[in-house]
């Protein structure tokens, strides 16, 4: 591991049925909990960059839409990453 990757202590509660989910993940994994607490926040954090970068192609086709029925189409979509369904 490398000096610029060098692990930073965190500490969190979490709920009672969260810490069971991971417990029981950790066992099916046959891994460690922090090691399961690690890949979710991982996996989270990339999931929301997709999110990001799905906004912005879509806010991209929204200026060059040509018909209006298109820019509403890629408003309602952009509405939907945004606040949901």
Known sequence: MSSREQPVRRSVNLPARVARKVQSLARAQRTSANRVLVNLV?????ARERERQRFLELAEQLVHAATAAEQARLKEELARLTFGD
């Open 42 to 46: 991982e996996s989270g954090l990339a």
